[in-house]
């Protein structure tokens, strides 16, 4: 299954802009930030949610990532982040998302010493936060800043062992290719090494590797051709979420895949 992203607070403040996605018949990755959970009445969302369903689309769920930090060492700070990441899941209940994304969010300048304890915090935290929903459905970790694969797939496999079944990891291909260096290191292979156990869904965006540029595919350096054949050599089929801020890195993306549309790799996750 295949998803778009799509911000709630720019769709709540640009009702037209909103009007052009849903035309397109795209299922979307709803991003949910802090700003939206505070100026956005609950009715919109319920609204949305019925619009969603009347239009025979799926939704995923990003849950906000501002300034929280599951595994912190403060306990005032990790309360807050349970108390902000549970209510974002009661509005992923609402529209009924069949996917949950959150940052993983491991700091490894600050807890380079102490990672076991900031990954058995993290996953208290998450565990509280999900509670919100029972039965709730997957939530995929997703790597941010993290240099190496190593701590995000310890974290999932730690969450998937408290609550089985429902957490995995998210490959966010643009944050590897710039924030973990990823185009200078051409270490694609390690991440999908470590990840691919748990790996169920993707971010897809591109850059020229010196930041998180968020371009549609095909205008950066990504190599596609490299990163789907071995998503294909490993048997890999997760869903995606292209990740197009903006109406034209979608445009851009989405010509991106109709050009490439009959090779095999590309069509697993292709819209």
Known sequence: MVFVSLNLRAAAADPARLERFLALGLNPELGLDPLCMD???????????????????????????????????????????????????????????????????????????????????????????????????????ENTYEPHPGPVAAMAEALDAAIPGRAGLCLD????????????????????????PSLGHLHLHDNDGSADQHLGMGDGFMDWEAFFQALEARGLAPTATYEAHTEETLAVTLRYLRERGPAPAVRRVSV
């Open 39 to 141: 100026t956005v009445a609950p009715a919109w969302h319920e609204a949305l949610a019925a619009r969603l369903k009347s239009l025979g689309l799926r939704c995923g769920l990003h849950l906000p990532f501002f300034d929280l930090q599951p595994g912190s060492a403060d306990s005032l700070v990790r309360r807050a982040t349970a108390e902000r990441l549970k209510r974002a899941v009661e509005t992923a209940r609402v529209y009924g998302a069949v996917h949950l994304v959150g940052h993983a969010r491991y700091d490894h300048l600050l807890y380079v010493r102490s990672e076991d304890a900031w990954r058995e915090r993290a996953v208290e935290t998450w565990a509280e936060a999900l509670s919100a929903w029972p039965g709730h459905p997957p939530l995929w970790l």
């Open 173 to 196: 291909a643009g944050h590897w290719f710039s924030f973990a260096r990823g185009r200078e290191q051409d270490d694609l292979q390690r991440w999908l090494d470590a990840f691919a």
